[in-house]
């Protein structure tokens, strides 16, 4: 595997780590990525974790169920090569792939109102390129058969080739070993709370579920200087570990026998809860139980767990009635191109603490222990190293 100007218009063979049914391990086999097509870009890439939305798709809980497939969406690398047409970003470029398209031409792109590009909602399901929504760059080596895309950027591959949409250029002195983390768990954590949420000082907030986007939220309440951070989870390990990103209370749900929501509102000054809530988990229950314990009168809730396309969440009207928002974003609301790499420099001069969320270190070919670990709860965020 060589990264260089010699590889540039040729098929590179390379190390890919292929989901080819719900629940199995993946396979770490040879496939040939083909070079990048006009407004594509070819990365190389250096480091990458595994996000609890990677074992989503990997368990089968979407509707599409696309395999086999090359999943991974959180990850950072360097640009091996671009297609023709390809402005502002080149060769030994520092990047992140985003799968939070931002075409910066659309009309949703131009608003700020939105995080979602009209033109690349695409990427989300069908696992083919955005440019002719026909074809993939990745085939077997054995057949020469396609392999599908994931969420436009497919970073469990040591070679991946993106839209020009779906790659943000950032500072060339980033440590990628730490920065790949802002491929999604942190901005989505952050985010959610300084650009959905928009908490401020004084805020009450509670955060249902502590992995990677929980800490994240907590963090970034922390940093807006929230009075009352409540975190709530089911195990006491969780709990204290989440003091130290800044948690003023901890909340261990296998403690009571009343509804946590009930706990939460008695714990706040008039008991009708919390201003902010966030549900980091991606179970209905909590979910609701998230809706009920912030405010009635003008609280948000924010749903930022993924639930099983069976299931669904039930709600009389009545609990909005009040002002109350249930609301939830993609990505903390970031715009992947022209936003993400600000957030970048201020994890480079350290606003958010990205040592505290990596727990584990490993080598991309031992990726299936790496998603065992998420998926058993034993890791925060467990990072990969491509050359290894
Ligand atoms: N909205 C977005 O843009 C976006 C982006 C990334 C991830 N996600 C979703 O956010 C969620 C969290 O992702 P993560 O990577 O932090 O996962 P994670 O596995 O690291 O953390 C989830 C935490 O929730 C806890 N949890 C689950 N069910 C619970 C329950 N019933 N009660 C208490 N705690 C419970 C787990 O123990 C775990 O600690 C997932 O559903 C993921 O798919 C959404
Ligand atoms: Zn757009
Ligand atoms: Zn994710």
Not at 4 to 10: I, L, V
Not at 15 to 21: F, I, L, P, Q, T
Not at 46 to 57: E, G, H, R, T
Request: charged share 20%.
């Amino acid at each position: 595997m060589a990264a260089s100007s010699s590889t540039m218009g040729k098929v590179i063979r390379c190390k890919a780590a292929v989901a080819y049914e719900p629940n199995k391990p993946m396979m770490f086999e040879d496939i040939n990525v083909a070079p990048p097509q006009m407004s594509e870009v070819r990365i190389k890439m250096v480091n990458a974790a595994v996000c609890q939305s990677d074992l989503y798709f990997w368990k089968g809980k979407d509707v599409a169920k696309l395999f086999p497939r090359i999943l991974g969406h959180e990850g950072a690398g360097i640009v091996e090569s671009v297609g023709s047409n390809v402005k502002g970003i080149k060769a030994g470029d520092k990047c992140i792939p985003v799968w939070q398209a931002e075409c910066k031409k659309c009309s949703k792109c131009k608003s700020s109102r939105t995080n979602i590009c009209d033109t690349f909602v695409f990427n989300w399901g069908s696992g083919l390129m955005p440019s002719d929504k026909k074809t993939t760059r990745f085939t077997r080596v054995s057949d020469g058969k396609p392999i599908y895309h994931f969420f436009g950027i497919s970073v469990f591959s040591q070679y991946t080739v993106v839209d020009e949409a779906c790659v943000a250029k950032i500072n060339p002195n980033a440590d990628l070993s730490k920065i790949c983390l802002l491929g999604c768990g942190i901005p989505t954590g952050v985010g959610s709370a300084w650009k959905i949420a928009k908490v401020h000082p004084k805020s009450t907030v509670a955060v249902f579920g502590l992995g990677t986007i929980g800490l994240a939220v907590v963090e970034a309440c922390k940093v807006s200087g929230c009075s009352r951070i409540i975190g709530i989870a089911r195990d006491e390990e969780k709990l204290a570990r989440a003091m130290e990103f800044g948690l003023t209370d901890t909340l261990n749900t296998k403690a009571f026998n009343k509804p946590i929501e009930q706990v939460i509102c008695e714990m706040t000054e008039g008991g009708m809860g919390v201003d902010y809530s966030f549900d980091c988990t991606g179970d209905p229950g909590i979910i609701y139980s998230a809706l009920e314990c912030c405010t009635p009168a003008g609280g948000v809730s924010i749903i930022l767990g993924l639930v099983e396309s069976s299931q669904v969440v039930k709600f009389h009207p009545g609990v909005l009635l009040w002002g109350r928002s249930w609301t939830s974003g993609l990505f903390g609301g970031y715009k992947g191109r022209t936003e993400l790499p600000e957030l970048v420099e201020r994890c480079m001069k350290g606003h958010i603490n990205l040592d505290h969320y990596i727990t584990h270190h490993m080598p991309f070919s031992k990726i299936n222990e790496a998603f065992d670990l998420l998926n058993q709860g034993g890791c925060i965020r467990c990072v990969m190293d491509y050359d290894k």
